[in-house]
Nanobody, 118 residues
Framework: QVQLVESGGGLVQPGGSLRLSCAASSFTFVFSSYAGSWYRQAPGKERELVAGVTSAGGSTNYADSVKGRFTISRDNAKNTVYLQMNELKPEDTAIYYC?????????WGQGTQVTVSS
């Protein structure tokens, strides 16, 4: 089985920063073959894609709402995907979920709460 554990969430003021981490572990999992992404879901809203990174880390994409503020990255040696979040806004408040995927496979973390409030 593949286990994804998110960490780094918490309460921050508007304009603040957080760095989320998603650590993957498995006896047979090949982390570097999976694209990584972060999704978020706020109360009353559908889950949305925030950012994605290719398996080798060479390409990234972002939702328009976070582009220029968030940065997704990965360290394949550590089996970890990161989301650096800067200039946080109240509308960024949500549960953030890590996802790893490739054709025919899709893994999710349990989520970590991010709350942006003064």
């Amino acid at each position: 089985q593949v286990q994804l554990v998110e960490s780094g969430g918490g309460l921050v003021q508007p304009g603040g920063s957080l760095r989320l981490s998603c650590a993957a572990s498995s006896f047979t999992f090949v982390f570097s073959s999976y694209a990584g992404s972060w999704y978020r879901q706020a109360p009353g809203k559908e889950r949305e894609l925030v950012a994605g990174v290719t398996s080798a880390g060479g390409s990234t994409n972002y939702a328009d709402s976070v582009k220029g503020r968030f940065t997704i990255s990965r360290d394949n040696a550590k089996n970890t995907v990161y989301l650096q979040m800067n200039e946080l806004k109240p509308e960024d408040t949500a549960i953030y979920y890590c996802n790893l995927n490739k054709r025919g496979y899709d893994y999710w973390g349990q989520g970590t709460q991010v709350t942006v409030s003064s």
